[in-house]
């Protein structure tokens, strides 16, 4: 095994005694899954070095499982191995433990363990953006008056310590969007589907079988893991508690490979975005496929790959970029915020980073602009019979009801011989403006209702 050359002990002086080691974080670990296991991997092989890093030794001293005999093949039996126990109640409130690190998932006992984990005065560690999204005012108001703090950088864009560069690196700026891919699942499947022509169902498939997925990847694909992430992004950007319920969420599963082709020859690039923007006085909030120049630098993000573009007034644009799922990288971003606890968890609860990045002034939320009042460019594709006298007539009742074309391109349809597919690219406008306009066109006979309506962005 690797060994480290870092040491805590310091030289003493001859004939002092060397002073005495700090006392370890002792760290209780609930769930030995994926990504209880990358944590495990990663806090033994590193361990000297984190511990040089941390100040003092980080140790996990317990660790609770429904599977003790999978989890004793992962620990092994080796002399220091953790207390195994699958009393998940008993850790919590273990005088043996300081930091309760919920890896667990789900928001139903997840959320009743972390509860009484902070009545019981211990800091918390968790990766689980659901728990934190759904449940967060309830458990950030609990540790606030408990004096523990709740910490969750491996709960958005796993490996990517984007809640420490919102709320420490980017502390100076008025910030004015937070964009992102942040399901690593969703972008596979893009990926799968624009570079080797899979269909949605093998893309997914392999995913699983990659182990990017949810334990239901339902939450992948139709955008709401992106959204509780999103939500959890836009809190430390604008001041907010967690506004998950009010966040736009399409996601992916209805997205036409046709459509990944098509706009591709237009030069774009289908991305499932999370996307959380200053409107006016209040806040964008939306999960969407959406086209990107294949020229910006979000649209060169292919496979599981999470990155987060940030716009705010003082740095101006900037961006992190890294994996967006699995278990040592999850593990990564865990431990990290075990180390900033080792350091800081003896400061009063005043000096220490606040846990949305906000030491006062934090909000409820912020108005949500509704999607009708949303403005983008759109990508519309429209599926016709007799496309000749059609498309004259579609590009007549679009101008007449406000809507500009910038750019038009016909195309074969994918599976019909007999249809044309009409690809049309819009001035930005809000959705409110384009949906009559296309009620009436679906109405026409020749027009087999509105295949695909897409947002675009330029995000410059
Ligand atoms: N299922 C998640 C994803 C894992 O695909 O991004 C990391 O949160």
Known sequence: MYQDHFSLSASSPAG???????????????????????????????AALIAARAGRRIEVRMVAVRNLARARTVLGEEPGTPLLTDDPQALVCSPEVDVVVEV????????????????????????????????????????????????????VAVSIPIIKALREGLTANRIEWVAGIINGTS????????????????????????????ADPVFDVQGTDAAHKLSLLAANAFGTLSQYPQVQVQGITAVDAADVAFAEQLGY????LGIAKRHGTGLELRVHP????ESHLLAQVHGSMNAVMVKSDAAGITLYYGAGAGAEQTGSAVIADLVDLARSASLAPAQRVPALGFASGVQPGLPVVGADDVESAFYVRLDLSRP??????????????????QRMAPHPHPSDPELRCLVLLTAPLALRTLRPAL????????????????RVESLA
Not at 187 to 214: D, K, P
């Open 16 to 46: 002092t005694a060397p002073p005495a080691a700090p006392a370890p974080l002792r760290v209780g670990l609930l769930g030995l899954g994926t990504v209880g296991s990358g944590t495990y991997a990663v806090l033994q092989r590193n």
């Open 104 to 155: 667990m998932g789900g928001t139903g006992l997840a959320r009743s363990l972390v509860l009484q984990a902070i009545a019981h005065g211990k800091h918390v560690v968790t990766a689980n953006k659901a728990l934190l999204a759904e449940h967060g005012a309830e458990i950030f108001a609990a540790a606030q008056a408990r004096g523990v703090v709740v910490a969750y950088e491996g709960a």
């Open 187 to 214: 972008n596979f499947i893009l990926s799968a589907m624009r570079e080797r022509g899979l269909g949605f169902a093998a893309a997914l498939a392999e995913a699983q079988a990659l182990g990017y997925a949810e």
């Open 269 to 272: 690039r289908l991305k499932l």
């Open 290 to 293: 959406t086209l990107l120049p």
């Open 388 to 405: 000749d006298a059609t498309v004259p007539r579609v590009l007549q009742q679009l101008a007449a009801d406000g809507v500009q074309v």
């Open 439 to 454: 009620q009436a066109v679906e109405a026409w006979p020749t027009v087999l209702g509105y295949a695909s309506v897409l």
